[in-house]
């Protein structure tokens, strides 16, 4: 797995200077996480799309990439339950509603492989992954400074997580997988569209730091996709 994905500019400086891996004090508690007839239907849809793929002999580079997924759409889901806690704002409850379907998808594929679960039973703001668990220290700290920060946040995660996603898509080449995080894809690009129309409405303009500028433009300037889980 590799690490570098995960330091783009400040935001990695940042994350290499903390250097614990606690879970910090993020002064909020989360709200429980909530499934509702929609998301259960997308997610019943995706199952059985995949029951209809066979599964295909996978490599540690792909068994790393789906444990890591699991726990980076935690990291996404738990940020916005918190952030949602402190700032009121629709938008995080109902991207970490989308996130825990992220998560629910990729452990269809965990248990499809038997992988272990590295969020499984875990509480808000726990990682497994150190790397994650500094991502969320660092990000929880800058989205409880205001609700720019927060939205922020919300955007740079997004944005981290298309290209870790791109990036995983790329090096397999199980069906099932790619079907998977294809799904994650689409609501990731949605997610960063939601982020972005908020930001706008603050009168910010957010800089990408992981993906390029050309993509970025191409998703904000693009309309809401249909289909994802």
Same mark, same amino acid.
């Given at each position: ?15 290499? &200077? /903390? ?9 909020? !508690? %989360?709200?429980? $996480? =909530?499934?509702?007839? +929609? ?67 990729? &452990? /269809? ?9 590295? !969020? %499984?039973?875990? $509480? =808000?703001?726990?990682? +497994? ?88 433009? +191409? ?11």
């Amino acid at each position: 797995m590799q690490r570098r994905l995960f330091l783009g500019s400040a935001l990695g400086a940042a994350l290499l &200077a /903390l250097g614990g891996c606690g879970g910090g004090d993020t002064s909020v !508690a %989360a709200a429980p $996480a =909530t499934t509702d007839a +929609a998301s259960a239907t997308a997610l019943a849809a995706l199952s059985a799309q995949l029951d209809a793929t066979p599964p295909s002999t996978l490599s540690d580079t792909e068994a790393q990439a789906l444990v890591f997924m699991r726990e980076e759409e935690k990291l996404a889901r738990d940020v916005y339950q918190l952030l949602y806690a402190q700032w009121g704002q629709k938008v995080f409850n109902n991207i970490a509603a989308s996130e825990q379907q992220h998560m629910d998808a990729v &452990a /269809l594929l965990l248990t499809r492989y038997n992988l272990p679960d590295p !969020a %499984a039973n875990t $509480a =808000t703001g726990v990682f +497994a992954d150190p790397a994650l668990q500094q991502m969320f220290n660092t990000l929880m700290a800058q989205g409880q400074t205001s609700l720019i920060g927060a939205l922020t946040v919300g955007a740079t995660i997004e944005d981290l997580d298309i290209l870790d996603l791109e990036q995983r898509i790329a090096a397999t080449d199980n069906a099932d997988i790619a079907l998977v995080f294809g799904e994650l894809m689409k609501g990731s690009r949605n997610h960063m569209r939601s982020f972005i129309s908020q930001l706008t409405k603050q009168g910010v303009t957010y800089t990408p730091q992981y993906i390029t500028q050309a993509e970025f433009d +191409a998703i904000v300037n693009s309309p809401m996709e249909t289909g994802s889980v």
